[in-house]
Nanobody
Framework: QVQLVESGGGLVQAGGSLRLSCAAS????????MGWFRQAPGKEREFVAA????????YYAGSVKGRFTISRDNAKNTVYLQMNSLKPEDTAVYYC?????????????????WGQGTQVTVSS
């Protein structure tokens, strides 16, 4: 099994920045692509960003492109999400996910492992 633990969430004013981290433990050799999703109250979980195992392939949702940056450090089994120019509409619980298939996934149900989530609140 793989365990994912997110950290770095919090309350920030609009225009500010946060850096989320997701540390993986357990059978980390099973992990290939990793992604970030978010879920706001009353809304479905939505794709934010994903990165391949070697970092060569990276994808972003249109709503965050140019503001968020996903990266990973395989030596530390950690994936990051640097969030800049935050907006109130970025407020959500942010989840880290890991995939075993070797493919970048954009749909939440296709990921194999999930963290517990970290709250990000952006005030106007």
């Amino acid at each position: 099994q793989v365990q994912l633990v997110e950290s770095g969430g919090g309350l920030v004013q609009a225009g500010g920045s946060l850096r989320l981290s997701c540390a993986a433990s357990g059978r980390t050799l099973n992990i290939d692509a990793m992604g970030w999703f978010r879920q706001a109250p009353g809304k479905e979980r939505e794709f934010v960003a994903a990165i391949s195992w070697n970092g060569a392939s990276i994808y972003y949702a249109g709503s965050v492109k140019g503001r968020f940056t996903i990266s990973r450090d395989n030596a530390k089994n950690t994936v990051y999400l640097q969030m800049n120019s935050l907006k109130p509409e970025d407020t959500a619980v942010y989840y880290c996910a890991a995939d075993r298939s070797g493919n970048i996934q954009f749909v939440a149900v296709l990921y194999d492992y999930w963290g517990q989530g970290t709250q990000v609140t952006v005030s106007s």
